[in-house]
């Protein structure tokens, strides 16, 4: 007798063998015990989860001789024919090599007749993506009102390749990837069966390998136990499947985060060397630095990272050793570059430039990071201006021009105020009143006042002094540019009401206008100063680092 392998060996034959499906498993057992099963079901799933095992299970449910049950008895005729592939009443049709219209109307011509000795005829299609449109348009009536004997089960990896108008008139149920665990238990319980010791850490590369698929898992753990009759080394599973070892992978990481090219490009070398796909490795190392992100960010690492629980610890080590904003430019650039390492015509040279460059990103600080410290460094430079800026002169001269204040000293100037009774309040003095000669102290309560409406104005008013005043006028000498100037006529009402206020009666204010001849050189200047700023090196920085753009340029 020929070798069974062990995908047909061990392949279930009842709905609580089959792996990791419990969602489809539970709803078919529920519907078979119910008697409220759908006439056309499609199974749709990664290749290697069990559609089409679980179709003949459920042809098995439903044609067994001990009557419709979830649990078939796998010892009557009808489940041993099913179970061989030799049963007369249910027909596994291969869609990729039967998807024309004249074998889909031979079908519809059958399905008329009686079955022979069973309660239905099924019909189980494998790969019904690969018929033909006008295959699916001739399956359309029958499909919807088939006979009360028929029973159609899909089963497909494409289903987005399927008209609407066929999934419309069936029953879909999604089957999901094995979970790396189920694939190591179920392969541990297939080892102790047939008396073969492997070690939990090669089950687990199998695993990985496999993919998600249990048929591709139990074909490599065929290769691995064909290659010796005796105990077989972790190291030889590693050779004789032609993976990477996980340490590798993990070596590798490693001198990425600690900036050591040499020891990089060795254990390139060493990979390069044993023959190794060097594309496959990067895609492996690219989806290990997302696995460290993931547990870097430490939520749902259990169910985010497909590995065993050993190497999530070591994850765990290696993530402390680097920022989660670091760890996310580094797999950005690993997957900007990934198109590079597997098109490339050289791809060691492709791989050693990409992992290079990797190496070489340095880490950022975060927006708000940035901000705080550009906060920091601004009221550092600024104290340490004021520290040594030298005292301003005594003003003595009436038309030495007088700066207002700003809004800032008005806020840091000391205030006043009166409080209830009992408290120790300090009571404002009252206030003398302006010498009318005090030209200059006259000046800096109008700027004082002016501002209070109409902070704006403070730079308009820097370079403004009085030139001298009547008896019911005063006179402002203006020496800037045009366009103060004109900010200044502007408020006219505005200075009138402040002068009226401040002497008690009615005053009016007489703008003397200098325009300043250097202010087309002050542009120039400023112009000089803008561009300066922009070809800068950090500003260039900034600007690639953020990608942005410089929108404005304030010279102050």
Not at 22 to 44: E, K, W
Not at 170 to 186: E, F, N, P
Not at 194 to 202: G, N
């Amino acid at each position: 007798m020929s070798y069974l392998v062990l995908a047909r060996k061990y392949r279930p034959q009842t709905f609580e063998e089959v792996v990791n499906q419990p969602h489809v498993i539970q709803t078919l057992a529920n519907a078979v015990a119910s008697n409220r099963m759908a006439h056309a079901i499609v199974f749709s799933g990664p290749r290697g989860t069990g559609k089409t095992t679980i179709a003949r299970i459920l042809a098995k449910a439903m044609n067994c001789q001990q009557g419709s049950t979830a649990t078939p008895c796998n010892q009557c005729q009808s489940c041993k024919e099913i179970t061989a592939g030799s049963a007369a009443d249910v027909f596994e049709i291969d869609g990729a090599s039967n998807n024309g219209v004249d074998q889909v109307r031979d079908l519809r011509e059958n399905v008329k007749y009686m079955p022979q000795h069973s309660r239905y005829k099924i019909y189980i299609i494998d790969e019904v993506h690969m018929l033909s449109i006008a295959a699916f348009n001739a399956l359309l009536k029958t499909l919807e009102e088939p006979p009360g004997h028929v029973l159609f089960f899909f089963a497909t990896t494409e289903p987005q390749k399927i008209p609407i108008t066929i999934l419309s008139r069936c029953q879909r149920h999604d089957l999901k990837r094995i979970g790396l665990d189920d694939m190591v238990r179920h392969m541990a319980a297939i080892c102790e069966k047939e008396s073969i010791p492997l070690p939990a850490a090669s089950l687990t590369l199998i695993a990985r390998e496999a993919d998600g698929c249990m048929r591709d898992a139990l074909s490599l753990l065929d290769q691995v136990i064909g290659f010796s009759t005796g105990s077989i080394t972790h190291q030889q599973i590693l050779e004789v499947l032609g993976v990477v070892d996980r340490v590798l992978i993990f070596n590798t990481a490693d001198a990425i985060l600690d900036g050591d090219i040499p020891r990089l490009l060795d254990i390139i070398d060493d990979i390069f060397m044993r023959g190794h796909d060097l594309k496959k490795f990067f895609g492996e190392l690219t989806t290990h630095f997302r696995n460290l992100l993931v547990v870097k960010m430490g939520q749902n690492v259990d169910r985010l990272v497909d590995a065993p629980a050993h190497e999530i610890e070591q994850m765990k080590q290696q993530a402390l050793r680097v920022t989660e904003l670091h760890l996310s430019q580094m797999l950005d650039g690993m997957l900007k570059e990934e198109a590079f390492v597997k098109l490339s015509s050289q791809p060691r040279l492709a791989l050693e430039a990409t992992l290079i460059k990797t190496l070489q990103i340095k880490p950022v600080l975060s927006i708000e990071t940035l901000i705080e410290r550009i906060d920091a460094l601004r009221n550092e430079l600024y104290q340490s201006n004021t520290d040594t800026a030298p005292a301003p002169p005594p003003q003595s001269h009436p038309s030495r021009p007088v700066v207002p204040a700003t809004d800032e000293e008005n806020r840091s100037a000391p205030k006043t105020r009166s409080t209830p009774s009992g408290s120790n309040a300090v009571e404002a003095p009252p206030k003398k009143p302006r010498d009318p000669e005090d030209l200059a102290g006259i000046w800096d309560d109008i700027c004082r006042r002016v501002i209070e409406k109409h902070p704006s104005m403070a730079a308009s008013l820097s370079d403004c002094t009085v030139a001298g005043r009547t008896e019911n006028e005063i006179r402002l000498h203006i020496r800037t540019n045009a366009f103060n100037a004109d900010m200044i006529q502007r408020k006219q009402n505005l200075f009138d009401e402040m002068v009226t206020e401040l002497f008690g009666k009615k005053m009016s204010c007489r703008f003397e206008i200098d325009i300043n001849k250097n202010h087309e050189s002050n542009t120039a200047q400023n112009g000089q100063l803008r561009e300066a700023a922009l070809r800068h090196p950090m500003v260039a920085k900034a600007v690639e680092l953020f990608e942005g753009k410089v929108v404005d340029v304030k010279i102050l």
